[in-house]
């Protein structure tokens, strides 16, 4: 194990609410409205939610329906546009790649950088501070105004929980030896590794904050959670982390699982936690912008033998409901009537790309209207008009307009021959609604076409460099 750093020399880059905040920046009508990124079919989950969508509770991972019951009426519920987060990520990442050789890209929008490695430089907490400004500053300029948030400490826990501590758009230094006093009035959901049943388990002995499980003996834990779990918990809550930045970091598989603290043995109720593991797992997914072909179910029975099922599509998917049905296969072929202690489920075989799938209907993003078929709209370019009626017939309301082949989702890019650039604001009953606008124009007009206009085709995602 390498020694721990002696420096805060470990940064943390985290683009703030990425997905949510390119659509904004490209479809100027959205700039300060609700927007939620995901999946928006029966099972959707939201990969990224616009802080001002945060404000009525919609966040990454929830259910897309639970998010669509919190979010107002004119709330922009979006599919994702890959080749457009990740020509804005490749921009940061260059910019991180000029600071140092050792960046550790995590996801598209996501990456630990070692400053040590680069070049001479200035780690005093001033000279950290100037670097980390002057960063955030080059970002928003080099990608049309998205912004990011800066954690800066001795590793990479710590440099990651500076970051979200002063988002969006901040930067915290965590300097050596205040690693326990930031840490310590923490949930203790704050470390790495612990979710909601370990953290349940823990506040049954009265273990809340990071500084209470701080001061639980290692023997303990190992009692309670196992030697590699136990130990790991203890090293964590005295922030001792001595991970290096690794400039060659290419996941190979996903995964999530639940350990439980009774044995389950109904299958109607383990369907029922394999479905919010998907979830979760769908959304980590959307946010490393990957998708999978193998699914793999592992159960640890009740006497802590293991069972695993795989199973392979012949295309790459994120669609929690095509990974949700394949999981529930596999779990129905594992013998749960003794009760399982364990239930996990994971995706691999990663690609960047699902084209296969796409043709299939089956990509990451289910297609729904994005704002709505009916809506009353001015022909004049401007803001969407106060009182706009925005009409979401029930029977339409997850179903994509589809013609020549092309499905018309919401967000999408497309191109007129006679209006140019815009994206999908919504379709259904045989036609597409477009709004024409770019991200270095006004908000722009909103046009109805039939689906299979000739006029109207897909487009590429616009340039924001682009004079």
Request: proline share 6%; aromatic share 4%.
């Amino acid at each position: 194990m390498p020694p721990a750093r002696r420096e805060s020399s470990v940064l943390h880059l985290d683009l703030d609410a990425f997905f949510a905040a390119v659509e904004q920046r490209d479809k100027p009508s959205l700039r300060g409205r609700p927007v939620v990124v995901g999946g928006v079919g029966p099972r959707g989950v939201v990969s990224t939610a616009s802080y001002e969508a945060r404000k009525f509770g919609a966040r990454s991972a929830m259910p897309t329906s639970e998010a669509r019951r919190r979010c107002p009426a004119g709330t922009a519920f979006l599919g994702g546009r890959f080749d457009a987060y990740r020509m804005s990520s490749q921009v940061v990442m260059e910019l991180l790649r000029d600071l140092s050789p050792v960046v550790e890209q995590v996801s598209v929008d996501e990456a630990y950088v070692d400053l040590a490695a680069g070049p001479p430089r200035d780690l005093t907490p001033a000279g950290l501070a100037a670097l980390a400004e002057d960063l955030m500053e080059r970002i928003q300029v080099a990608t049309g105004g998205l912004t990011a948030s800066v954690g800066i400490a001795t590793s990479k826990m710590m440099a990651k929980i500076g970051s979200e501590l002063n988002k969006p758009a901040g930067m915290t230094l965590i300097e050596p030896g205040t690693e326990q006093e930031v840490l310590g009035p923490m949930s203790v959901r704050a470390i790495a590794g612990v979710g909601p049943a370990t953290a349940a388990r823990l506040h049954a002995f009265g273990v809340e904050t990071v500084a209470d499980l701080a001061r639980v003996s290692e023997g303990d834990l190992v009692a309670i959670f196992g030697l590699a779990q136990g130990a790991s918990l203890t090293r964590l809550a005295r922030a001792e982390d001595n991970r290096q930045v690794e400039s060659q970091r290419e996941a190979k598989s996903l995964s999530v699982e639940e350990t439980f603290d009774v044995d389950i043995a109904d299958p109607g109720a383990l369907e029922r936690e394999l479905d919010l593991l998907v979830a979760r797992l769908a959304s980590r997914l959307g946010r490393a912008a990957l998708f999978g072909r193998t699914t793999t179910v592992k159960v640890r029975q009740h006497d802590f033998s293991q069972v695993t099922r795989s199973g392979t599509l012949p295309w790459a998917t994120g669609d929690p409901a095509v990974i949700g049905r394949q999981a529930r296969r596999l779990l129905g072929a594992i013998d749960v009537s003794a009760g399982i202690r364990l239930l996990g489920v994971g995706v691999s075989g990663l690609t960047t790309h699902a084209q296969e799938e796409l043709e299939l209907g089956e990509g990451l993003f289910a297609v729904d209207l994005a704002i709505s078929t009916e809506v009353e709209v001015p022909d004049s370019i401007g803001a969407l008009p106060g009182g706009a009626r925005v009409v979401e017939p029930p029977e339409r309301r997850h179903t994509p307009e589809v013609a020549g082949g092309v499905e018309w989702r919401p967000g999408a890019d497309v191109h007129h021959e006679e209006y140019g650039a815009g994206w999908v604001w919504g379709s259904g009953l045989g036609r597409v609604t477009v709004r024409f606008e770019g991200p270095r124009t006004a908000p722009g007009p909103v046009r109805t076409f039939a689906s299979d206009d000739p006029a109207l085709a897909a487009g590429d995602p616009p340039d924001w460099r682009d004079g």
